[in-house]
């Protein structure tokens, strides 16, 4: 039987993943400018690219998990860390889709609100789409999870010229 108090804890735990994948969306955008900048670059130029990038980027992620599985400590922190390096560029890459949402959306407003604004609106939108029953879940996520994999796996890669230290 289900109860009032299930439910609750249900709609809870959904609004909790979405203010967190939100949140760290953002601190991805305002923490890495120049990787979401190349992760934004690399799925406007080339979304093909990315999609294949990014299975390349699941399989390594799965075998992440995979590894962590296995009861060597030693085996498990690799496992976990190519499974949190595989997240991470998930969640640059898809700051990148959300970077260039952004741009589009701030485009149709007439440049009313500032570059914050709708990136925050923007991210806000791709996690809520995300989480729409069905076709959020078993489409959309997985897809953003894909290309925004391989944005992030694209910026991950692309060196970055060394700046002079004083």
Known sequence: MVTIGDSFSIVATLAGIALTLWSFMLVCALLFPIRVEEARSAVSGSLGK???????????????????????????????????????????????????????????????????????????????????????????????MVVGGGAGFKAALKSQPVGEVA
């Open 50 to 144: 990315c999609f294949g990038m990014g299975l390349v980027a699941f399989l390594l992620g799965f075998l992440g998990i995979v590894i962590a599985q296995v009861p060597n400590p030693l085996a498990k922190l690799a496992g976990l860390m190519v499974a949190s390096g595989y997240l991470a560029c998930v969640m640059v890459g898809t700051a990148g889709v959300a970077k260039l949402a952004a741009e589009r959306l701030r485009a149709l407003t007439n440049h009313e609100e500032s570059h914050f604004a709708s990136f925050s609106k923007s991210s806000w939108y791709i996690v809520v789409a995300g989480m729409l029953p069905v076709l959020g879940w078993f489409l959309f996520a997985p897809l953003m």
